[in-house]
Each structure stands twice: as structure tokens, then as C-alpha cells.
């Protein structure tokens, strides 16, 4: 009789012990995993790194630059944000987009586009100078350091990202063409500093394919990674508004010059896509990093078909592999399906 008083006592306690988590993304951070979307609204285009145990992550919020931080990917959910940066002057004042932070000599920067006086056509991109603690990148004010405008681009550009290769550094961006049907195309232009761009930007790549050109012809959002020795760029594609945006992959010649589009060849297929039978659509916009040797990506993504280029886009997270020197990436997952906590 004690044994099974002791039992039923037990159980009591383990019941109570649950019911105190509050809810359930308490229990699923407790159990070690985490679900997505980690945000409700304004997910779109997310950077996120783990640095020090801790996550930091930006996203789209159009009116300013803000960051969350958390030790665990759910707890992003109920982090509270802090905003790093915002503007009132003319001309670069209006829908702030796709800010990324990176830690460049020394110092943290954030590149992101931003517009001016209402007007999308002045969308051009920016970069803010932040602190110099590289366990922190929300430790510290940021200022307005430049526009990165290259000398032969003075056109609609966004999307700004860094590609560090053989000792030089370059950034690579989407940016409008010329062409009567709206077009953008990948670009990738030398440094000379953090703050600072050399010489004319190179267009590498453009949408020529049927999954690149859904609704309107789309190269943006593109980003570096170099694997074995082999660099390529991942890079969204087809306009945000349809629900068959999608990555695609470009593939440098090893020793090639990457200011050549002839150095770069695109792969024929998308690799990572709408999951219908997951309720996931237009999934895009990412940003791959690192925890502890593990490869993760965070990316934006709709719950419901039709949701277009609004708020109602969702940050997600999930690991991918590596294959050889090729980067791998799985079906997106749906709401609230746990996914093991890196």
C-alpha cells in the first residue's frame, strides 16, 4: 500500500510540475525542442546567429532596425526586442529591410535598405557602425556609417549580404535592372573596408528559369557559404507575393574569379520550396549559421496560401546538412511541429 501511495504521490507532483510550465512553448523548451513560426507577424527576412549561447536575431520591421535575444530558439518567441536603430532623415526614412549584423574587424555592422520619403523607387542599401564586443552584438549604440552605392549602380538595390573569399571581401546584393519588366538580378561588388565599397558591381546571375519567374523575374536575398573549399551563393527567387518563392544555388569555379558571371553556374532546380502538405508557402529570405558545428538556416515563410509580401510572413528555423561540399536542405516544416533545439 505505501508502494503505490508513493506512486499516486508522484504522479501528482509530475502533473503539477507540468501545469506550472504555463503553456505549451514553456513545455517544449523545457523538453528541448522548439516550434515555428517564432513570431506571429513581421518575420520576413530574418538574420539570426549564435554566438556565446545565446541567439540574436533581426528581421523586417520596416519602421526600424530591432533585435531579439534568447539561449534557446523558442524562447525568440516571448523575447522582448530592442531596438537598435531609426532614422527621421530624408531620403533614408521609409521601410527599413533585411538588416543583417555581422562582426568585421573588430567592429559589429549592420547592412540593411531603406528608402526615403515614401518612395520604394529610392530604396538603396546602408550600413550602420555598432560596438566592438564580438560576444554581443546588441552591446553598443549604432550610427549611420555610409550608403553603399557602387559606382556604376545607382539603381533600386536591397538584400545586402557579405561573401568573404581568398583574403578579400565582397558584397553581394539584388538589384533592379534596367529592363521594362521589373527585373532583379544578383550583383556582387569588392570591398575596400567594412564601410566601403571599390570599383563597379558585377551582375552574376539572373532569373531565367520558370521557378525564378513566378509573378514577376526575382534574384534577391542572396548568401554566402563556402564548404570544402567550394563557394556558393543560396539566393531567393520568383517575387515574395507568390507562394512559390523558393532558394536557389550558385555554384562558384573553384579558383575562378568571382567578379565574372561566367564563374558562376546556377543550379536548374530550386533547392528548398513550398510544403504544401505542410501548410508552408513561399519559403525564402533565409540566413544560415552556425551552433557548435551545426549547420541551421532561418528563413521566412507563410502559413496560408495567397498572404503575398505583407506582415503576415513568419520567421522559421531548421537545421541542414551538408552533402560533400554542397549544401542540403530539407522539406520545410509546418506549425508547430517540434524540432529538436540545436
Not at 74 to 93: M, S, W, Y
Amino acid at each position: 500500500m505505501a508502494f503505490l501511495t508513493s506512486i499516486a504521490l508522484f504522479l501528482s507532483l509530475a502533473a503539477l510540475s507540468l501545469a506550472s510550465f504555463g503553456n505549451s512553448s514553456s513545455v517544449l523548451s523545457r523538453a528541448g525542442t522548439f516550434s515555428n513560426p517564432l513570431n506571429k507577424q513581421k518575420g520576413a527576412d530574418p538574420c539570426m546567429r549564435y554566438i556565446n549561447g545565446v541567439y540574436y536575431m533581426t528581421s523586417t520591421q520596416n519602421t526600424d532596425i530591432a533585435m531579439w535575444a534568447a539561449t534557446t530558439v523558442e524562447g525568440i518567441k516571448t523575447a522582448t526586442p530592442t531596438v537598435l536603430f531609426t532614422d527621421t532623415t530624408a531620403g533614408r526614412n521609409f521601410d527599413f529591410w533585411a538588416p543583417e549584423f555581422w562582426y568585421l574587424d573588430g567592429r559589429w555592422y549592420i547592412y540593411y535598405a531603406v528608402a526615403g520619403n515614401g518612395d520604394d523607387n529610392t530604396h538603396r542599401l546602408h550600413v550602420l557602425s555598432g560596438g566592438t564586443d564580438a560576444s554581443n552584438p546588441m552591446n553598443g549604440a549604432y550610427s549611420h556609417t555610409a550608403s553603399l552605392v557602387p559606382s556604376n549602380f545607382d539603381f533600386w538595390a536591397v538584400d545586402g549580404s557579405i561573401l568573404e573569399l581568398g583574403g578579400a571581401r565582397y558584397f553581394i546584393f539584388s538589384g533592379k535592372t534596367t529592363d521594362a519588366v521589373w527585373t532583379q538580378c544578383t550583383y556582387i561588388v569588392r570591398m575596400s573596408s567594412p564601410t566601403a565599397l571599390s570599383g563597379n558591381a558585377v551582375q552574376i546571375s539572373c532569373p531565367t528559369l520558370s521557378w525564378e519567374t513566378a509573378a514577376t523575374p526575382v534574384q534577391e536575398g542572396p548568401e554566402a557559404i563556402t564548404i570544402g573549399g567550394v563557394t556558393h551563393i543560396v539566393y531567393s527567387a520568383s517575387h515574395c507575393s507568390t507562394d512559390d518563392y523558393a532558394l536557389g544555388l550558385l555554384t562558384l569555379t573553384t579558383g575562378a574569379n568571382p567578379l565574372l558571371a561566367s564563374s558562376w553556374t546556377k543550379a536548374t532546380s530550386p533547392v528548398f520550396t513550398k510544403n504544401v502538405a505542410a501548410g508552408v508557402y513561399g519559403p525564402g529570405h533565409h540566413f544560415m549559421f552556425e551552433k557548435d558545428g551545426e549547420h541551421l538556416f532561418a528563413y521566412h515563410g507563410k502559413s496560408k496560401p495567397g498572404l503575398g509580401c505583407g506582415d503576415l510572413r513568419t520567421t522559421r528555423v531548421q537545421p541542414f546538412s551538408i552533402n560533400g561540399t554542397n549544401p542540403v536542405f530539407p522539406a520545410a516544416v509546418g506549425d508547430g511541429i517540434a524540432v529538436a533545439e540545436p
